[in-house]
Protein backbone atom coordinates (compact mmCIF):
# COMPACT_ATOMS: atom_id res chain seq x y z
CA UNK A 1 0.00 0.00 0.00
CA UNK A 2 1.42 3.41 -0.73
CA UNK A 3 -0.36 6.20 0.80
CA UNK A 4 0.43 9.83 1.09
CA UNK A 5 -1.15 12.95 1.26
CA UNK A 6 -0.09 16.86 1.35
CA UNK A 7 -2.80 19.09 2.08
CA UNK A 8 -0.19 22.19 3.12
CA UNK A 9 -2.45 24.85 1.38
CA UNK A 10 -6.31 25.51 1.26
CA UNK A 11 -8.85 23.76 -0.85
CA UNK A 12 -12.52 24.74 -0.54
CA UNK A 13 -15.06 22.50 -1.55
CA UNK A 14 -14.70 18.22 -1.43
CA UNK A 15 -15.08 15.87 -4.22
CA UNK A 16 -15.03 12.03 -4.78
CA UNK A 17 -13.19 10.47 -7.71
CA UNK A 18 -13.76 6.69 -8.21
CA UNK A 19 -11.61 4.68 -10.34
CA UNK A 20 -13.10 1.47 -11.84
CA UNK A 21 -11.50 -1.67 -11.23
CA UNK A 22 -9.59 -3.53 -14.43
CA UNK A 23 -9.42 -6.52 -12.64
CA UNK A 24 -11.59 -9.52 -13.72
CA UNK A 25 -11.97 -11.36 -10.77
CA UNK A 26 -11.20 -10.07 -6.94
CA UNK A 27 -12.14 -7.03 -5.32
CA UNK A 28 -9.96 -3.83 -6.53
CA UNK A 29 -11.38 -0.36 -5.14
CA UNK A 30 -9.16 2.59 -5.43
CA UNK A 31 -10.63 6.23 -4.52
CA UNK A 32 -9.23 9.62 -4.30
CA UNK A 33 -11.06 12.14 -1.63
CA UNK A 34 -10.47 15.67 -2.12
CA UNK A 35 -11.92 17.54 1.51
CA UNK A 36 -11.96 20.82 2.63
CA UNK A 37 -9.26 21.27 5.66
CA UNK A 38 -10.36 21.90 9.01
CA UNK A 39 -7.77 25.07 8.94
CA UNK A 40 -4.83 26.11 7.91
CA UNK A 41 -2.97 24.40 10.12
CA UNK A 42 -4.56 21.09 10.53
CA UNK A 43 -4.83 19.07 6.71
CA UNK A 44 -7.31 17.07 6.93
CA UNK A 45 -4.91 13.67 5.60
CA UNK A 46 -1.13 13.03 5.45
CA UNK A 47 1.92 11.23 6.22
CA UNK A 48 4.87 12.81 8.99
CA UNK A 49 8.26 12.44 8.72
CA UNK A 50 8.13 9.01 10.75
CA UNK A 51 5.98 7.47 8.48
CA UNK A 52 2.56 7.43 10.77
CA UNK A 53 -0.29 8.12 8.06
CA UNK A 54 -3.72 9.45 8.55
CA UNK A 55 -6.71 8.83 6.15
CA UNK A 56 -10.30 8.81 5.39
CA UNK A 57 -12.52 5.43 5.61
CA UNK A 58 -16.02 5.68 3.86
CA UNK A 59 -18.63 3.06 5.01
CA UNK A 60 -22.11 2.90 3.82
CA UNK A 61 -25.18 4.61 6.47
CA UNK A 62 -27.88 2.59 4.80
CA UNK A 63 -27.16 -1.19 5.85
CA UNK A 64 -30.46 -2.29 4.28
CA UNK A 65 -30.12 -5.08 1.88
CA UNK A 66 -29.07 -4.45 -1.67
CA UNK A 67 -32.69 -2.98 -3.69
CA UNK A 68 -33.98 -1.77 -0.14
CA UNK A 69 -31.66 0.97 -0.47
CA UNK A 70 -32.23 4.49 -0.15
CA UNK A 71 -32.27 6.26 -3.98
CA UNK A 72 -30.15 8.77 -2.75
CA UNK A 73 -26.25 9.71 -3.24
CA UNK A 74 -24.38 9.71 -0.56
CA UNK A 75 -22.98 12.65 0.98
CA UNK A 76 -19.44 13.70 1.83
CA UNK A 77 -20.64 12.96 6.01
CA UNK A 78 -20.29 9.35 5.12
CA UNK A 79 -16.62 9.42 5.78
CA UNK A 80 -14.78 8.41 9.14
CA UNK A 81 -11.13 8.90 10.06
CA UNK A 82 -8.70 6.10 10.17
CA UNK A 83 -5.23 6.22 12.27
Known amino acids: MVAARNHSWTQP ?3 VHFIPAKRIYGKMANAMYLMDQWGQ ?3 FEGIN ?3 L ?6 FPDDLS ?3 KQKKQPHGMDFCGIIR
Do not use: V, Y
Open 53 to 58: FIGAAG
Open 65 to 67: PLG
Open 41 to 43: DRP
Open 13 to 15: GGN
Open 49 to 51: EHG
